[in-house]
């Protein structure tokens, strides 16, 4: 069992900080998302930082675990947090995410859901999102307003 999942057992639904990694993958100008299975709205891959691993660490984990993806390298491009990064999840557990947002450079692979946290995935041009998870749209408006050359670059 998971950090976080180890904690529900102790405080319930009652909310928690959580430090993580998430993973954009861009692919000729379009960002991959994974729809969630526990929300029904799409993300990005990514998750929460396990006892002893670092945050790039998580990066690699969660992109392999999510998508069957390896990257090359990682660039960090930003840490988030705050009241956009709070959720409430369709069971009532609370989450404050402090997000590590990674750009993952050198992508191989073939796409495969493999944890059972998605149902699909797919990419996705910023003009035609899906209906995103509160914290992806946080994280995708903060990718457009800082970061939009990412998505002519790859």
Do not use: Q
């Not at 799409?42 to 690699?60: D, Q, R, S, V």
């Not at 059972?116 to 035609?128: A, H, P, Q, R, T």
């Amino acid at each position: 069992m998971s950090y976080l999942g180890e904690l529900r057992k102790i405080v319930g639904h009652r909310p928690l900080l959580s430090a993580g990694a998430t993973v954009l993958v861009i692919k000729e100008g379009k960002v991959l998302l994974n729809l969630r299975s526990d929300t029904s709205t799409w993300g990005i891959p990514g998750g929460a930082l396990e006892l002893g691993e670092n945050l790039c660490e998580t990066a690699y984990r969660e992109l392999k675990e999510e998508t069957g993806l390896s990257a090359e390298g990682m660039t960090l491009l930003t840490v988030l947090s705050g009241n956009d990064f709070y959720f409430e999840y369709p069971n009532g557990d609370k989450l404050y995410s402090v997000v590590a947002l990674y750009l993952a450079e050198g992508v191989s692979g073939d796409l495969e859901i493999t944890d059972g946290e998605s149902l699909k995935l797919k990419y996705f041009s910023v003009s035609e999102l899906p209906d995103l998870e509160s914290r992806a749209k946080a994280i995708i408006d903060w990718v457009i307003a800082n970061k939009s050359e990412l998505f002519n670059r790859y």
